[in-house]
């Protein structure tokens, strides 16, 4: 898939941003950087990257698709932790999304923690109203 700028909204174009994550030729120095890749990887449909950095014990079985759902924007309201030295953090964001031509979001405070070296999704809690995906 051709995608110009890199949806998770770092300014950046996609092949130097995320799209490098998606591709193995890189692996996310922050959990932020992570949340990011994760968010433009189910924007994209790159959802083989979703799985991969999941944590085993907490993934499920498998990640279907959902082609009714169109990503349209991610914000990053908090961060703690999560940076090149750290092992565990926390980001909280909220991403826009449309199904059947009705806007929503999703609010969620994620958890990360490092192991064998890269950061993966643990978990998180996702804020009332919202949707997890």
Do not use: K, N
């Amino acid at each position: 898939m051709l995608v110009a700028d890199c949806p998770c909204g770092s300014g950046e174009r996609y092949d130097a941003c995320c799209g490098r994550l998606h591709r193995r030729q890189a692996e996310a120095a922050t959990a932020e950087e992570l949340m990011r890749s994760r968010y433009a990887a189910y924007a994209v449909g790159a959802l083989d990257h979703v799985f991969r950095t999941w944590h085993p014990r907490t993934r499920p079985e498998s990640i279907d698709p959902d082609s009714e759902v169109t990503w349209s924007g991610l914000r990053i309201l908090d961060r703690v932790a999560g940076g090149p030295d750290d092992d565990r953090g926390e980001v909280e964001f909220e991403a826009t999304y449309e199904r059947a031509g009705r806007s929503d979001r999703l609010h969620e405070r994620s958890r990360f923690e490092r192991r064998r070296g890269r950061w993966v999704y643990v978990d998180g809690d996702v804020s009332p109203g919202s949707r997890r995906y």
